[in-house]
């Protein structure tokens, strides 16, 4: 039977909790993953982690917190980094920094899993090349993982998909989070790397991305900051599931996930 890996995208504050803490334990009865990677980066009112959240998401189900660059918006940050194991960042920030940006889990199978979180550079702050980084990670993991995927964090579709391209046939997944947005475009590369641009927003729906929507206009039609406010209403889980050939460490299937606010 195929390793399961099941990705669930942004969770956006307390809807976003109370979305997954809903939804993913009948996920997880019903496609039995053998690892459960949920972002965490807007878990904290929209922006960050705190420790309790972290350990709520956990008790849920899930074995890997990735996040991306809002991560740094809760106070704890730094000490969450380094004590929470589960919970890494993205990869490519330039040293030193805390936390890391890669980690090996055990799958519930045995299969030895290894999660890299990386961040985008078009129209986000500057880090260091994903794509390099992406390649050092490889060469030193080398035979230490089974099985390896990504959770890309950037703005702009092509720099997920290029990313993916570059890694095709070297892991096993790569999925895109940040947009908040899922998208339509779940497949397997022609190489065998499974790949969806974005796993889309864990959180209100009724918003704008996941922001109360009256705040937001003002934001846009005034051209002035304007507080961001954490909508409340119509929640909703994304995220996709990954079906991978544990001996090859290649991607036979992807499937789109959605429950609530439009999903199932």
Request: aromatic share 4%.
């Amino acid at each position: 039977m195929p390793l399961r890996l099941l990705a669930i995208g942004d969770v956006f504050g307390k809807t976003g909790l109370k979305a997954v803490q809903r939804w993913l334990p009948e996920l997880i009865d019903e496609f039995d993953p053998g690892l459960v990677i949920v972002n965490v980066e807007n878990l904290h009112n929209g922006r960050g982690v705190d420790p309790a959240g972290a350990r709520d998401v956990l008790d849920a189900g899930a074995d890997c917190l990735s996040s991306g660059n809002h991560i740094w918006g809760h106070r704890s940050h730094e000490k969450l980094l380094e004590t929470q194991e589960a919970l890494i960042r993205p990869a490519n920030y330039p040293d030193p920094c805390p936390g890391r940006g890669v980690v090996v889990l055990d799958s519930r199978q045995g299969a030895r899993v290894a999660v890299i979180n990386l961040l985008g550079r078009v129209f986000m702050p500057p880090v260091d090349d994903p794509f390099l980084v992406a390649d050092e990670i490889l060469r030193e993991l080398g035979k230490r993982a089974d099985v390896i995927v990504v959770d890309m964090h950037a703005e702009a579709s092509s720099e997920k998909l290029a990313l993916a391209r570059h890694l095709d046939g070297r892991v096993a997944a790569v999925f895109g989070t940040h947009t908040h947005v899922q998208s339509a475009d779940a497949r397997v590369l022609p190489r065998g790397t499974g790949f969806i641009t974005d796993l889309g927003m864990t959180g209100p729906y009724d918003s704008i991305i996941g922001m109360d929507s009256e705040t937001a206009l003002r934001r846009f039609r005034s051209a002035r900051p304007v507080r961001g406010l954490p909508a409340s209403e119509d929640p909703g889980l994304r995220g996709a599931l990954f079906e991978v050939d544990e001996r090859s460490g290649r991607c036979l299937r992807v499937e789109r996930v959605a429950r609530g606010a439009g999903g199932k």
